[in-house]
């Protein structure tokens, strides 16, 4: 989702950086966007912190994930025109500064509402620091080193999301839930400093560019109003729920018209004439399910491993983390494979790999310990980057020149809606499935009495022994539940593996990173 206009290239004006000044630029730009997408994962383990300290419910607590989320859905959109308008560099700062004052806000509220607003805020400065921080990365580093800063940009969004709930656990459980937002203002702070030393004489060409307020505006409503949806569904029982109903017609119908109304505007917020072109379409087609069935991955192991395994939200993360750990190392060689390979050889190997380590892990058990289940997910990290960086490169290049800033913003749009979808589709579909296989495993349990009399033979009280029972029944099926839902993540990984084959082979090659975001 970007503007029409696309962020302007850099001048021949530009003075380039070398050596200390080089790497201090990109480890700033890096920072930069790793806060902005650690920032989307952050939240999710404080909420009942938050809730609680704020004596909101956990469903208003919610609100808070969804806040920040809303706010970027508004100005991702607008980088381009906002960049066009008073320069690349000055929007980064300004975004960066910002960020770091409405965190400082979020850790200072007294109450939910000033929380959910300042949140709201803090997601309409992070928007802008995704896209700038890899078009300015992209500009620093000279045009022979393009898999350097692609590959160090490629890390710090696969990691970020699975640091998270980590960093968030860690500073819930051992300080207070304001130290994650607040942790936030000191980062932005030296990013600043250092970063407008090294880039303020880095200019572009300004322009008078329009911005559809129209499109923009039904696109915060269907947006915000089918994430409100996604997060409010389980907890008020989906469409049994007036709430939810009314929601899905406002986010259907703000959809409908949205289409409608960017299909024949002239300079239109989100140009979707660039899915005519096949290699896009199925590139995102095959990203939005690899990155749906990934998400599926990393929102089922947290709550299985904290709700029925025992973990601290410290230790769920801790053990989930490894994914990002191993395509941390990956991704600098992917990035430099990336021009030289057939990108849907990449892309098919990486995901067809995700996808059998998921199926892998449907035969886990209630005895397993951290490295038994930290194990597939390292070995899974090594496929993360080969669906992530070569489909960035080949829907790219199966665009116009001036279609790929548009192209890729709306790439990075469904990506995030897959996940958001995935999320809500998850934690539904284990509740359920739970449900259903406890009522069948209790007509299956002990059904000649052997075990019930044999807890009572040992001492236990008739009450304990149903609890005992219980117990056992609830946490296979669970279990049960866990690894059925994995069979279906890892059915679908190979699914998009296979949706990648339809794109024709890329007639050009180009740059990983392209295109803003």
Known sequence: MSQAQSVPSAPSADVALTGGALWMAALMLAAANFLAVLNMTIANVAV????????????QGTWVITAYAVGEAITVPLTGWLSSRFGSVRVFFVSMVLFGVFSVVCGLSTSIGILVVARIFQGLCGGPLMPLSQTLMMRIFPKDKVAVPIGLWSMTTLVAPVVGPILGGYLCDEYSWSW??????????????????????????????GIDLVGLGLL??????????????????WFSSN???????????????????????EHPVVDLKVFRHRGFSVSVLTISLAFAAFFGVNVLTPLWLQNFMGYTATQAGLATAWTGVTAFFVAPLVAQAASKVDPRKLVFAGVVWMGLVTLWRTVATTDMGFWDVATPLVVMGFGLPFFFIPTTGLAL?????????SAAGLMNFLRTLSGAFATSLVTTVWDNKITYNHAELVGLADHDQSVRTLLEQAGMAADAVNQAIDYLITSQSVMLATNQLMTVIGVAFLIAASVIWLA?????????????H
């Not at 809730?51 to 419910?57: E, F, K, N, R, T």
């Not at 607040?182 to 880095?202: E, H, M, Q, R």
Request: charged share 20%; hydrophobic share 50%.
């Open 48 to 59: 009942p912190n938050i809730a609680g300290a704020l004596g909101a419910a956990t469903s």
């Open 180 to 209: 994650v937002f607040i942790l936030n203002a000191p980062i932005a702070l030296v990013c600043t400093f250092f970063g407008w030393k090294l880039l303020k004489d880095y200019t572009d060409r300004l322009s008078r560019a």
């Open 220 to 237: 915060v409503v269907w947006v915000g109003a089918l994430q409100l949806m996604l997060d409010e569904g389980k907890n008020l029982d």
């Open 243 to 265: 709430t939810i109903i009314g929601l899905c017609i406002v986010a259907v119908v703000g959809f409908a018209a949205f289409i409608i109304w960017e299909l024949y505007e």
């Open 397 to 405: 290049s199966s665009v116009d020149e001036h279609e790929m800033d």
């Open 504 to 516: 024709p082979k890329p007639s050009r090659v180009v740059e990983p990173g392209t295109g803003g």
